[in-house]
C-alpha cells in the first residue's frame, strides 16, 4: 500500500506512537509534517536519512493559533493537507480527590482543545481533498475503565469519540472520513510520562502480554517498545488511507491485535405511562442487552 501524493500531518509526532506513525507513512510515500513542542526535528532526520520526505512543526496544538500555525505552515510546504492524525495528548496520574481545575484545564486543552482546533483549520483541505481523513487518538480510559487516576484524562478522551461521531456525518458528503483509534503501546506516557522506555515495559501490567503476543524478549525493552507503537501504526495509517471505507469508528490497537468498538442500544422496554414504579418492576429487562441495536454505521461518499 502507497500513499504517494498525500500529504499527512501528525501532531505529537517527536517521540511514541506519533513518531512511528510519521515515520511509517513516510516511508510509505506521504509526505509528513511532524508537530511536536519537542523533538520534531529529529524525526524528520530520522525520516529524511531513508529518503522520506517530512518537514518539522513545532506549533504547541493546544492554542487555537498554535494549531491555525501548524496547518499554515503544511499549507505553506506542502500545498494541500489530506489526513490528519490527531495524536498529541498527555496523561498526568491524579487522583480525583485531588485533580484541580488546573490540571483538568490543562488535559482538556492538549487531549480536546487541540484535536478540535488541528481539525477545524484543517478541515477546508481536508474536504478540498476529496478523500480527507482524519484519525482522533483517543483512548480505552474514555470507555473501559480500569485506568487508575485519569478520570480528567478518560473525560478528555471521551470527548474525542463523541467528536469523531459528530464530526463524520458532517465530512461524509465531502468524503472525509473521520474515525478513532484506542491505542495501547510501550511509550514515555505508558510509563512515567517521562522517555524512559525500559521504565515502560519494567512497570506496565500489560507489557508481559504484548511481550508474548509481539514475540519479543521482555527484556528487550526498546524492541518491544518499538514493536509496540509500529503496529498501532499499521492501524492508523489504514485509516489514513483514501481506499479505507471506514467512518466514525472506532478501533482498539494493541500489540498487533485490531478490533472494533461500538455502542449497542438495548431493546430495553417500553411503557407511555412510564413511572418510577414501572422503571423499577421492569429494571431487569430495561438493562438486559439480550436484543440491541448496534450504532449505526456512516458510509463516506
Ligand atoms: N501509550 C498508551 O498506551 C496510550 C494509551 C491510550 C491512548 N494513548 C494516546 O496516544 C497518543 C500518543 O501517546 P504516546 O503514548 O505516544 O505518548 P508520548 O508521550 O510518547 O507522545 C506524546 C507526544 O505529544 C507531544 N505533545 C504534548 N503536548 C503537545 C502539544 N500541546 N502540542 C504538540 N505536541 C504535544 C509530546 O511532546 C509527546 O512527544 C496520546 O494522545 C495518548 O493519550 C496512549
Known amino acids: ?63 487555537d493559533s498554535g494549531s491555525e500555525g501548524l496547518v499554515t505552515a503544511a499549507v505553506e510546504r506542502f500545498g494541500q493537507v489530506d489526513a490528519l492524525i490527531n495524536n498529541a495528548g498527555i496523561a498526568v496520574h491524579c487522583a480525583f480527590a485531588d485533580t484541580t481545575y488546573d490540571l483538568f484545564d490543562q488535559t482538556m486543552r492538549v487531549n480536546t482543545y487541540g484535536p478540535f482546533f488541528a481539525t477545524k483549520y484543517a478541515w477546508p483541505y481536508l474536504r478540498s481533498s476529496g478523500t ?36 463524520a456525518f458532517e465530512g461524509a458528503a465531502e468524503g472525509v472520513a473521520v474515525n478513532a483509534v484506542l491505542p495501547t503501546a510501550l511509550t514515555g506516557m505508558a510509563g512515567d510520562g517521562g522517555d524512559d522506555l525500559d521504565q515502560a515495559v519494567r512497570t506496565h501490567a500489560l507489557a508481559p502480554h504484548m511481550a508474548e503476543r509481539l514475540g519479543v524478549d521482555l527484556a528487550d525493552a526498546a524492541r518491544l517498545a518499538e514493536r509496540s507503537t509500529s503496529v498501532v501504526s499499521a492501524v492508523v495509517a489504514w485509516l489514513c488511507h483514501p481506499a479505507c471505507p471506514s467512518n466514525g469508528e472506532f478501533f482498539n490497537a494493541m500489540a498487533g491485535e485490531a478490533s472494533r468498538l461500538t455502542f449497542a ?35 463516506v461518499r
Do not use: C
Open 1 to 63: 500500500m502507497r500513499f504517494d501524493g498525500r500529504v499527512v500531518i501528525v501532531t505529537g509526532a517527536g517521540a511514541g506512537m506519533g513518531r512511528s506513525h510519521a515515520k511509517l507513512l513516510a516511508a510509505l510515500g506521504a509526505r509528513v509534517v511532524v508537530n511536536d513542542i519537542r523533538n520534531a526535528g529529529a524525526v524528520v532526520t530520522e525520516i529524511e536519512a531513508t529518503g522520506g520526505i517530512a518537514v518539522a512543526d513545532g506549533h504547541d496544538i493546544s492554542t
Open 265 to 299: 442500544l438495548g431493546t430495553g422496554f417500553s411503557d407511555p405511562e412510564l413511572i418510577v414504579d414501572v422503571v423499577r418492576d421492569h429494571f431487569e429487562v430495561i438493562t438486559s442487552m439480550d436484543s440491541h441495536t448496534l450504532m449505526p454505521s456512516i458510509a
Open 132 to 167: 480527507g481523513r482524519v484519525v482522533m487518538v483517543a483512548s480505552k480510559a474514555a470507555v473501559m475503565g480500569g485506568a487508575h487516576d485519569l478520570v480528567h484524562y478518560g473525560a478528555s478522551k471521551g470527548a474525542l469519540l463523541a467528536m469523531t461521531r459528530q464530526l
